[in-house]
C-alpha cells in the first residue's frame, strides 16, 4: 500500500493515471548494491514515454528552483520535464516510479520491467481495472492488492472535488488545497494557462507521483464550471 493510494477520484478519473514504483529490499534481503538496478528502472521508463519520474529523496522531473519574487514562479521557471536530471541526480537507495498517462505505455513498461527482472519490488498504483490490465499484459498474477476506502462524506459532484483531485495527486501532502484551488482560478481568469499552473503544482510533489497529464485535464474541467 502506498501514499498514492489517496487520490482523490472515480475509477474512471484514473484512465489517464499509471504510476509503477520500484523499491529495494530493506535489510538482510537486500543483497549488493541496488542502485544500478533502480537506475536501470528508470532508463527504461524513459522509452516509454513517461509523463513524470522521481525518487523520494530528491523529487520529480519538475522541481524547485531558487527565485526572489513569486511572479518568477511562473515568468522565468521551465516547465519542460527534465528527467535526465533525475537519473543523473540517483545517489542512494530509495522509492522511484514512474508515471504513465496512458495504459498501452504502462502495460508495455510493466511487461519490460518482468523480462529484465531488475531484482526489485514493483508496485503499480492505479484503478484496480488498470493494475490488472498492466499485470495481465505482462503475464503475471498480481501478489496482493491494497485498496483506499475513499474519502468519507465528501461526494462525487461537490464543488471542491476539483481542488481534491489535484492535492490528493502528491501524497504526502505537499499540495495545499488552497494551492490547487488559487492555480484552478487562475486559469478561469485566464491570468495563467493550464500548462504553467500544472507546472508549478508539479515542483511541490516531492517525491516525483504527480501526473501532469491528469492535472491538466482535472484543471481543463474546472475551467467549465461556474462555481
Known amino acids: 500500500m502506498t501514499n498514492t493510494l489517496h487520490r482523490y477520484g472515480t475509477a474512471e478519473s484514473f484512465v489517464d493515471d499509471y504510476i509503477i514504483f520500484a523499491l529495494p529490499a530493506k535489510g538482510v534481503a537486500q543483497t549488493g548494491d541496488p542502485v544500478p538496478a533502480l537506475k536501470r528502472f528508470l532508463e527504461i521508463a524513459l522509452e516509454y514515454s513517461p509523463v513524470n519520474i522521481g525518487d523520494a529523496t530528491n523529487g520529480g522531473s519538475i522541481r524547485p528552483t531558487e527565485h526572489t519574487h513569486a511572479l518568477e514562479h511562473f515568468e522565468k521557471r521551465p ?3 527534465d528527467f535526465q536530471k533525475v537519473i543523473d541526480g ?3 537507495a530509495t522509492t522511484y516510479s514512474a508515471v504513465f498517462a496512458t495504459a498501452e505505455d504502462a502495460q508495455a513498461f510493466v511487461q519490460r520491467i518482468a523480462v529484465e527482472d531488475l531484482g526489485l519490488s514493483i508496485n503499480i498504483s492505479s484503478s484496480i481495472a ?3 490490465g498492466c499485470c495481465k499484459a505482462a503475464g503475471l498474477t498480481r501478489h496482493s492488492v491494497g485498496y483506499s476506502l475513499g474519502f468519507e462524506g465528501i ?3 461537490v464543488p471542491n472535488r476539483h481542488v ?5 495527486m502528491c501524497g504526502h501532502g505537499m499540495i495545499s488545497q488552497s494551492l490547487a484551488k488559487k492555480m484552478i482560478d487562475f486559469v478561469k481568469e485566464n491570468r495563467r ?3 504553467q499552473v500544472t507546472a508549478a503544482l508539479s515542483r511541490f510533489c516531492s517525491c516525483g507521483i504527480f501526473n501532469p497529464v491528469r492535472a491538466k485535464r482535472i484543471i481543463e474541467d474546472a475551467r467549465k464550471k461556474t462555481y
Open 130 to 132: 488498470n493494475a490488472l
Open 155 to 157: 461526494g462525487d459532484h
Open 90 to 92: 540517483i545517489e542512494a
Open 79 to 81: 516547465t519542460t520535464p
Open 193 to 195: 494557462s493550464p500548462d
Open 164 to 168: 481534491l483531485a489535484l492535492s490528493t
